[in-house]
């Protein structure tokens, strides 16, 4: 069955900097769109940032662009999400997520709601403070 692991999540102060790592397995990796959620206590699972399978396009929410990175190296079945600049509204348990079938057809609009994933991580804290 698809697993996916979350980690790299920490307690980090303002201005610093993670990298959130997805190892994915039971899938075909590279033929996947990815994505990035988060969820803050209280708040709604929001989207933070995805990457297609087909040519590593990239879509991001306004509130983390030019500050988050969103990657993938498909020889380790891995997706990534850098994150620099931390501001203590990152703080929220972070989502790799993973689309409902292969090879689909990417938009960075559609990518960005919950409708296209299909399977979850079990999350990784991340908490800053200021």
């Known amino acids: 069955q698809v697993q996916l692991v979350e980690s790299g999540g920490a307690l980090v102060q303002a201005g610093g900097s993670l990298r959130l790592s997805c190892a994915a397995s039971?899938?075909?990796?590279?033929?996947?769109?990815m994505g990035w959620f988060r969820q803050a206590p209280g708040k709604e699972r929001e989207f933070v940032a995805s990457?297609?399978?087909?040519?590593?396009?990239?879509y991001y929410s306004d509130s983390v662009k030019g500050r988050f990175t969103i990657s993938r190296d498909n020889a380790k079945n891995t997706v990534y999400l850098q994150m620099n600049s931390l501001k203590p509204e990152d703080t929220a348990v972070y989502y790799c997520?993973?689309?409902?079938?292969?090879?689909?057809?990417?938009?960075?609009?559609?990518?960005?709601?919950?409708?296209?994933?299909?399977?979850w991580g079990q999350g990784t804290q991340v908490t800053v403070s200021s």
């Open positions: 997520a993973a689309d409902r079938s292969q090879g689909r057809f990417y938009s960075g609009s559609y990518y960005s709601t919950l409708a296209p994933y299909g399977y």
């Open positions: 039971g899938l075909t990796f590279s033929w996947y769109n």
């Open positions: 990457i297609s399978w087909s040519d590593g396009s990239t």
